[in-house]
């Protein structure tokens, strides 16, 4: 079985610019969440769709952005870039049955560099 | 709110030897607990998870990790670790309470387990 995908795996993008990344889910799972995981600030929780929906969002500014597909895969849009925007991102997936019981499996994720 | 505190950021053992490390959370709901590992340049890997039940999980690879509500502890074990191992674990908490804690995990800030010859 497949298990979450992202592409692309490294972008770079200069300060002002948009960035896209994307997100396929393992087959079956409704739910996609996105993380940031910047240097020396660790993993912090973005968004989570579900259903096509917005679910919850973390602390970021409205440029982070996303939004979910009816085939469930996912897009994360971060607008006019800055340079503390550069870290790995990291996209999860899993079935929801009970929200916070469903276990989330990471994708391998996407470098975003920003010059 | 929740939070996890990942007691050592660094562990340096030898080979063979056991290793424990330490994770505490703080949250006034009832938890769900994960300990995921991140190897150079990859995403996370789940390596165990406590949902209900039996206090103590095991992985596959060895691993285990014993729940304690009296202490809001999740500790992270191995009697005999191996050179593989070197990785950076992630002590995670998630609930199913509503607001701001819904549907996300929580992380620790990691810990960077080294296993030398």
């Known amino acids: 079985e497949a298990g979450v995908t992202q592409s692309p795996t490294h972008l770079i993008k200069t300060r002002g610019q948009q960035a896209t990344l994307r997100c396929s889910p393992i087959s079956g799972h409704t739910s996609v969440y996105w993380y940031q995981q910047a240097l020396g600030l660790g993993l912090q929780f973005l968004l989570w769709y579900d259903e096509g929906e917005e679910r919850n969002r973390g602390n970021f500014p409205p440029r982070f952005s996303g939004r979910q597909f009816p085939n469930y895969s996912s897009e994360l849009n971060v607008n006019a870039l800055e340079l503390e925007d550069s870290a790995l991102y990291l996209c999860?997936?899993?079935?929801?049955?009970?929200?916070?019981?469903?276990?989330?499996?990471f994708g391998p994720g996407t470098r975003l560099t920003v010059l | 709110a929740q939070s996890v505190t990942q007691l050592d950021s660094q562990v340096p053992v030898f080979e063979e030897a056991p290793v424990e490390l330490r994770c505490n959370y703080s949250?006034?709901?009832?938890?769900?607990l994960f300990w995921y590992v991140q190897y150079p340049n990859q995403g996370l890997q789940l390596l165990l998870k406590?949902?209900?039940?039996?206090?103590l999980v095991e992985s596959i690879n060895g691993f285990e990790a014993e729940f304690n509500k009296s202490q809001t502890s999740f500790h992270l074990r191995k009697p005999s670790v191996h050179i593989s191992d070197t990785a950076e674990y992630f002590c995670?908490?998630?609930?199913?309470?509503?607001?701001?804690?819904?549907?996300?995990?929580?992380f620790g800030q990691g810990t960077i387990l080294t296993v030398h010859p």
């Open positions: 999860a997936s899993s079935l929801i049955t009970r929200a916070g019981t469903d276990t989330q499996y």
């Open positions: 949250s006034s709901v009832s938890v769900y």
């Open positions: 995670a908490v998630s609930s199913n309470a509503g607001g701001t804690s819904y549907g996300k995990l929580t």
């Open positions: 406590y949902l209900s039940g039996s206090t």
